[in-house]
Nanobody, 123 residues
Framework: QVQLVESGGGLAQAGGSLRLSCAAS????????IGWFRQAPGKEREFVAV????????NYADSVKGRFTISRDNAKNTVSLQMNSLKPEDTAVYYC????????????????WGQGTQVTVSS
């Protein structure tokens, strides 16, 4: 399994932006598709976005399309999630996760998970 560490969370105002990063320890980082999920208080964890191993494909939840952008730099073993036009309903703990391939959104297909980073959006 690959070890993942999220960073970049914090407090933002509605309409603002934040950029999350997911750093991996694995030298063969490009063996994994990387996804972002989030869990709001009292709610189940949900899919946000995923990027394929070589960034040829991405997939987004409808709730973030047009506002969030996922990208990766395999040379630096990092995946980023640029979040623009933030809304209070984006408040959640955000997790990055790794799967061997593909851009599906099923959580059970992701075998490695980070500890999460808190994002809070104030109105």
């Amino acid at each position: 399994q690959v070890q993942l560490v999220e960073s970049g969370g914090g407090l933002a105002q509605a309409g603002g932006s934040l950029r999350l990063s997911c750093a991996a320890s694995e030298r063969t980082f490009n063996n994994y598709a990387i996804g972002w999920f989030r869990q709001a208080p009292g709610k189940e964890r949900e899919f946000v976005a995923v990027i394929s191993r070589y960034a040829s494909a991405t997939n987004y939840a409808d709730s973030v399309k047009g506002r969030f952008t996922i990208s990766r730099d395999n040379a630096k073993n990092t995946v980023s999630l640029q979040m623009n036009s933030l809304k209070p309903e984006d408040t959640a703990v955000y997790y990055c996760a790794a799967r061997p391939y593909g851009t599906g959104n099923r959580q059970s297909d992701f075998g490695s998970w980070g500890q999460g980073t808190q994002v809070t959006v104030s109105s």
